[in-house]
T-cell receptor
């Protein structure tokens, strides 16, 4: 399977615990995105990387959230001291990128569903 | 604030019928508009991408239209199938300093009944 993969698919954790999610993008894609989606809503942008550089972060990304892409390949999203409001689907997407004005297709992974009890 | 509004929020149609989903946006400047299909519990899958210079694009039974002047788009599904049951999300891309930022609509939840 050469698509975007995410692990785990489901995570249940108690409030206050830390969780880490992993995303493996399509191998030749230099851009990687993280989104959060709550039930019945569209995804909301969290952050994005071009290669290993984190180029943009949403205001939604509080200081409890941190994302890394150390070698420009896979990425991790960590949530510290989880709160019930963090319960959501966390989606990862990847794309090619670099040329201004080009509409690069984003390919989404299956998501990690987080439930904070 | 950049927004993408979709209507209706939900729709039920009979198998074989056609339907049209609407998307209005206020995102500016505008780079491109995308329609995604999202099955329950899965990630979104792209159906079409249109730049401001395109006013229609088809992908099989899916046809998207774009009016960049009125900032409206529609997705028309022809001869619906049970497998079309999903959420359809309109996404508008705006260029920014770091790249293209996507603004997602809330989606239209379509149910196709036999």
């Amino acid at each position: 399977d050469t698509g975007v993969s995410q692990d785990p698919r489901h995570k249940i954790t108690k409030r206050g615990q830390n969780v880490t999610f992993r995303c493996d993008p399509i191998s030749e894609h230099n851009r990687l995105y993280w989104y959060r989606q709550t039930l019945g809503q569209g995804p909301e942008f969290l952050t994005y990387f071009q290669n290993e550089a984190q180029l943009e972060k949403s205001r939604l990304l509080s200081d409890r959230f941190s994302a890394e892409r150390p070698k420009g390949s896979f990425s991790t999203l960590e949530i510290q001291r989880t709160e019930q409001g963090d319960s959501a689907m966390y989606l990862c997407a990847s794309s090619l990128g670099g040329l201004a004005g080009m509409a690069y297709e984003q390919y989404f992974g299956p998501g990690t569903r987080l439930t904070v009890t | 604030k950049n927004q993408v509004e979709q209507s209706p929020q939900s729709l039920i149609i009979l198998e074989g019928k056609n339907c049209t989903l609407q998307c209005n946006y206020t995102v500016s400047p505008f780079s491109n508009l995308r329609w995604y299909k999202q099955d329950t519990g899965r990630g979104p899958v792209s159906l079409t991408i249109m730049t401001f210079s395109e006013n229609t694009k088809s992908n099989g039974r899916y046809t998207a239209t774009l009016d960049a002047d009125t900032k409206q788009s529609s997705l028309h599904i022809t001869a619906s199938q049970l497998s079309d049951s999903a959420s359809y999300i309109c996404v508008v891309s705006a260029p920014n300093n770091a790249g293209n930022m996507l603004t997602f609509g809330g989606g239209t939840r379509l149910m196709v009944k036999p």
